[in-house]
């Protein structure tokens, strides 16, 4: 198959706030992004279709590209194959969801039907609402695990004093595991990547995806499906959350059924609720529709944008959504809803000045040895100017 260009399509707006800096590829779910899925486990070279305030940070490479796919389609061997077998301007489809066309003419993709287009007769996911990051989580892991057993370098280091239960355990080359850590893979495979470290007391209960450079701090505990994403630093207590990346939950606190973007912090004793006092379905507000809608599920608990914070015993009520740079803290239950670029807590939110936003965003990329770029920076303005209009 050709390259391939990750379009953001109808479900992008459904996913916010994490697809305000971010294509809809660049979703992590299970230990990949979609965009590395492609690229990792079908040596597919992507680029990005996106919004145009973020083309400049994640280029679409046209003339190289002929088949456009789905950004939200997390890909399997079935549906990669269905794929390559498209004529040119033919394209794929799951009911009424459009998945890919076999084009150069990216314009309406998916908005029109021809006669010669498909159906697909695969198992189909496709990342459409924030809480399905979670839900598909453990499906993904599993099938992310099965590209990491056959492709990476396991560590030749034995694990003297851990106490290993089941061996769908994949320790990788450079990984450290200190002793008296407890980990369990018979519940879901575990992978520890390259630069990462699980400290002393740990104790893992899979399916758990520790990527590159990532800490598990003395004492965690973390039960699956969890996804702890490049230089994050972990502790306390985590129950089938995602952590895209770059973001620290560093003390304890317990977050469950979690999506948390990158470059995020969380004050010791921050929680999340994740189930109803009631039992009911939990509602969440979704950004497309202007209201709530249930997730169909018992379980879930926050959905935090980039470069949000907490502070300390900070308290997210049962389906909370935390917009990109609110900065929370305080007494009390926030509202569910905080709004991108909020400031405060239960008494009310006032607007964190850009000014002060890219300040903190500067110091927190450098400790991690990344630089807050010219193309950034008018990213997150036009953020700030586009999301604060109605309350200035």
Partial sequence: ME?????????????????????????????FTIAEKWEKRFGFQVSFLTQDYLQQVF??????????????????????EEISFLKDGQSLYNEEHWLATRTQNFNDLGKTRGDKDEQSKSQVVLIDRNWKIFQWNEWAINEDFKWISSNLIRSTTSLDGVTLIGDNLFVEEGAIVQPSAVIN????????????????????????????????KLGAKIYGATTIGPHSKVGGELNNAVIFGYSNKGHDGFIGNTVIGEWCNLGADTNTSNLKNNYADVKIYNYALKRSETTGGQFCGL?????????????????????????????????????????GGADGFRTFRIADALDVAEKV?????????????????HLFENLTKSKN
């Avoid at 399509?9 to 230990?31: C, M, S």
């Avoid at 990462?196 to 995806?209: F, N």
């Fill in 3 to 31: 390259r391939i260009i990750l379009v953001d399509h109808q479900e992008r707006d459904h996913l916010l706030p994490l697809t305000f800096t971010r294509p809809v590829a660049k979703i992590r779910v299970g230990a």
């Fill in 365 to 381: 990329m450098i400790r991690r040895g990344i630089e807050l770029n010219d193309d950034w920076r008018k990213v997150y303005t």
């Fill in 59 to 80: 280029p679409a490479d046209y003339d190289r590209s002929t088949v456009a796919i789905n950004g939200a389609l997390v890909p399997t061997a079935s549906i990669v």
């Fill in 303 to 343: 959905t935090m944008g980039d470069h949000a914070k907490s502070g300390i015993n900070t308290m997210f009520n049962t389906g909370s959504v935390c917009g990109v740079f609110a900065n929370v803290f305080g007494a009390g239950f926030p509202h569910r809803n905080i709004p991108d670029f909020g400031w």
């Fill in 185 to 216: 893979s018979e519940t879901g495979p575990v992978y520890i990547a390259k630069g990462s470290e699980v400290m002393e007391g740990s104790i893992i209960r899979g399916a758990l995806a520790l990527m590159e450079s990532s800490v598990l």
